[in-house]
C-alpha cells in the first residue's frame, strides 16, 4: 500500500518546551491507525502540524507523495485532508443545516471560489440533496434548523463529523472522538465509523483505547513528544514501555 | 429522498424570498409614515444615511470586522460623483456610475491590506487609510478637490427627477435603500452570508473546511465600501456639493454608533439604528446646548447594558411572547 501521510524529524517547539520532538510517523492508505498517549504526550500537536493549524519548528509533513510542510489548512483541506477537533468545533450561531451548506458547498461542485457561492437553482438543488445526505448518515435530519449551540454534545460531535465526512476526506484525522459522551453515544460514534472508515484513511487520537480496539489496525503511542512505540495494537499494548507510560509502572 | 424539511430551512428559498418582499414593504410603509411627522428633507437624509449604516454592518455585524474607516468610502463616491459632475456632464445616472465604480475600486485596493489584519489592527489601519483619505482631500489633492471649500456638485434634472425637489429626492432615496436591503438581504440569507457569519465566529475553523477566508473577506471590504461609496453619491446628488467633513475619520462614531443602537448583525437593526440615532441627535441639537454629552451616555449605557440593541431586545420580548402563549393555553 502507498503512503497516505508521513512525517520526517516533525518537531514543534514552544519557547523551552519541545511538545513534538523528531516524530516519523506513517500511515498507508486505506489504514485505520490509533494515536494514544498520556495527557500532554503531544498528540494534538501532531494533529495540528499534520493538518496545518501551525507550522513545525524542524521537519517534513508529506501527504499523498507531496511536501506540504509550508501549506496552509485550505490547501491541505483542497488535497483531501479533514480533521476534527478535540473540543467540538461546530459554528454554534448557525442552524445545523446552515454548518452542512458551508461544508457542501465548497466541495460537491468545481466551481470558483467566487461562483460555489452564487450557484443556480439546478446545483442549489444538488446542494440540498448532499445536505440531507449529510444530516441522513448521522441521523440528525429532525435537528435540521435547530441553532447548532442547542445541540447536546453528543450531537455536536456528531455533526461535526457528519461536516468532516462532507468534505469527502482522504484521510481524515479524528482528535478524541469520543470525549465527553455517554456510552450510548460512543456506541453511536463507534458504528457510524466502522460503516464509513472503508472509503478513507483514517487516524484517531483517542483516551479511551478499549473502545477503538476493534476499529484500528495500528497504534502509536506518544510520550514526551515522541512516538515510542508502534505496531499492531495487542503487540503494542503488551510492550513493557507502553504500559509503564501509560499504566504507571506498578501496574506493569 | 424527502427534502421538504431542508428546503423550509435552506436560506434561499421561496419562502424567504416573500419575507424579503414583507420587509420591503415594512420599510417603505415606516418611512412613508414618518413623512407625516418628520420633515421630508430629514427623511432623505435619513434614507441615505441607512444606506451608509447598512454597509457597515455587513463589514461589522455579520463578518465581526470593526473598522474606524469606513467613511473614507463615502467620501469617496461622493467626490468621484462631483468630478464627474463637474468635469464630464452633469447627469446623476453617470455620477453614480463613476462613484460606485470609484468606491469599490478604492476598497478593491485597500482591501488587499486591511484584511491581513484582524481586531484592533483592523479598526486601526482602516483609521490610517480613513485619514489618509481626509489629508488628501484637504490638502495633497487640493487642486482638484478645492480643500475646506468643498466642491459644488450640481446635477441636471431628467425628467421628473430632480433631485432639488425634496418629494422626489426623497422617493428616489427611498428606493434606493429598499434596493440596497433586498441586495444585502438575499447576500447575507445566501451561503455566502453563511459564510461571512462563520468567520464571525471561528475564521480558523473556516480555514479547515478548505476557505481561504482572505478572499472572502476581502470580498466583503469591497462590497461593503461600494454600498458606501453609493451613498456618499446619493448625498453629493441632494446636497448639491461635498465637503472634507463628508470624508472625516470622526464621522465614523455616527456609523458605529447606529448600528449598536440598532443592533448588530440585523440588517433590521442597521435601519433602526440609523433613523433612530438620526432622530436623536436632530432633536437632541435643536433642545440642548452640550448635545454630545447625552450621546456619549448613551454609548456607555449601550455598551455596559444593552448590546444587542433596539431589534435584539425587541426579538428577545417577541420570543418570551411567544413562549408564554402556549402555557397560557
Known amino acids: 500500500m502507498s503512503e497516505m501521510i508521513s512525517t520526517s524529524g516533525l518537531t514543534k ?22 494515536v494514544i498517549g498520556p495527557n500532554g504526550s503531544g498528540k494534538t500537536t501532531l494533529f495540528n502540524l499534520l493538518s496545518g493549524y501551525f507550522p513545525p519548528s524542524e521537519g517534513q509533513v508529506t501527504f499523498q507523495g507531496e511536501d506540504v510542510t509550508g501549506q496552509p489548512p485550505e490547501a491541505r483541506v483542497a488535497m ?14 448557525l442552524t445545523v443545516w446552515e454548518n452542512l451548506v458551508l461544508s457542501n458547498v465548497r466541495f460537491r461542485h468545481n466551481g470558483s471560489w467566487l461562483t460555489n457561492f452564487f450557484f443556480k437553482n439546478a446545483r442549489k438543488k444538488a446542494i440540498l440533496e448532499y445536505c440531507q445526505e449529510s444530516l441522513d448518515t448521522v441521523a440528525l435530519s429532525d435537528q435540521a434548523g435547530t441553532v447548532t449551540s442547542e445541540l447536546s454534545y453528543g450531537d455536536k460531535r456528531m455533526l461535526e463529523i457528519a461536516i468532516a465526512l462532507s468534505l469527502k476526506p482522504k484521510l481524515l484525522l479524528l482528535d478524541e472522538p469520543l470525549a465527553g459522551l455517554s456510552d450510548h453515544e460512543i456506541g453511536e460514534v463507534i458504528e457510524l465509523l466502522q460503516k464509513v472508515k472503508s472509503d478513507f484513511t483514517l487516524v484517531i487520537i483517542e483516551h479511551k483505547i478499549s473502545k477503538i480496539m476493534d476499529l484500528v489496525e495500528s497504534l502509536s503511542v506518544m510520550n514526551e513528544g515522541a512516538i515510542i512505540c508502534e505496531g499492531e495494537p495487542d503487540e503494542v499494548l503488551s510492550n513493557t514501555d507502553v504500559r509503564e507510560c501509560y499504566w504507571g509502572r506498578e501496574d506493569c | 429522498m424527502n427534502l421538504s424539511v431542508t428546503q423550509s430551512v435552506f436560506p434561499v428559498g ?44 455587513l463589514l461589522y455585524g455579520y463578518m465581526g470586522h470593526l473598522s474606524f474607516g469606513h467613511m473614507l468610502y463615502f467620501g469617496a463616491g461622493g467626490y468621484a460623483a462631483s468630478l464627474t459632475l463637474l468635469h464630464l456632464a452633469p447627469n446623476p445616472f453617470l455620477a453614480i456610475a463613476v462613484g460606485v465604480v ?8 485597500v482591501g488587499f491590506v486591511v484584511v491581513r ?10 483609521l490610517a487609510f480613513n485619514q489618509i483619505g481626509f489629508w488628501l482631500v484637504l ?13 459644488p456638485s450640481t446635477v441636471e434634472a431628467i425628467g421628473f427627477l430632480d433631485f432639488y425637489d425634496t418629494p422626489v429626492a426623497f422617493g428616489f432615496m427611498l428606493i434606493c435603500l429598499i434596493l440596497v436591503f433586498w441586495l444585502l438581504k438575499s447576500l447575507v440569507s445566501s451561503p455566502f452570508g453563511i459564510m461571512i457569519k462563520s468567520i464571525k465566529e471561528n475564521e480558523d475553523r ?122 397560557a393555553d
Open chain 1, 13 to 34: 517547539k514552544f519557547k523551552e518546551l519541545v511538545a513534538v520532538n523528531q516524530v516519523n510517523f506513517r500511515v498507508a492508505e486505506g489504514q485505520v491507525a490509533g
Open chain 1, 80 to 93: 483531501g485532508m479533514a480533521r476534527t477537533f478535540q473540543l467540538v468545533s461546530v459554528f454554534d450561531h
Open chain 2, 14 to 57: 421561496p419562502a424567504n424570498r416573500l419575507l424579503v418582499f414583507r420587509d420591503m414593504a415594512i420599510i417603505a410603509a415606516s418611512f412613508l409614515v414618518m413623512a407625516i411627522f418628520l420633515p421630508m428633507y430629514w427623511l432623505t437624509d435619513f434614507a441615505i444615511f441607512c444606506i451608509l449604516v447598512l454597509s457597515f454592518d
Open chain 2, 102 to 109: 470609484s468606491g469599490a475600486l478604492l476598497a478593491a485596493i
Open chain 2, 117 to 126: 489584519t484582524e481586531g484592533a489592527a483592523f479598526a486601526l489601519v482602516n
Open chain 2, 139 to 151: 490638502s495633497g489633492l487640493q487642486d482638484y478637490t478645492h480643500g475646506e471649500d468643498g466642491l
Open chain 2, 206 to 327: 473556516v480555514k479547515f473546511l478548505g476557505y481561504n477566508t482572505l478572499r472572502y473577506k476581502w470580498l466583503t471590504f469591497v462590497i461593503a465600501g461600494t454600498v458606501a461609496a453609493f451613498a456618499g453619491v446619493l448625498y453629493a446628488l441632494v446636497k448639491g456639493f461635498v465637503a472634507p467633513g463628508d470624508v472625516s475619520p470622526l464621522e465614523n462614531t455616527r456609523i458605529i454608533f447606529s448600528v449598536l443602537i440598532g443592533g448588530a448583525g440585523n440588517l433590521y437593526g442597521a435601519i433602526v439604528g440609523a433613523v433612530a440615532f438620526e432622530l436623536i441627535t436632530n432633536l437632541l441639537a435643536t433642545t440642548i446646548a452640550r448635545w454630545e454629552m447625552i450621546l456619549g451616555l448613551m454609548l456607555l449605557g449601550l455598551v455596559f447594558w444593552f448590546r444587542k440593541g433596539i431589534t435584539g431586545y425587541t426579538y428577545e420580548l417577541f420570543l418570551k411572547m411567544g413562549r408564554r402563549a402556549p402555557a
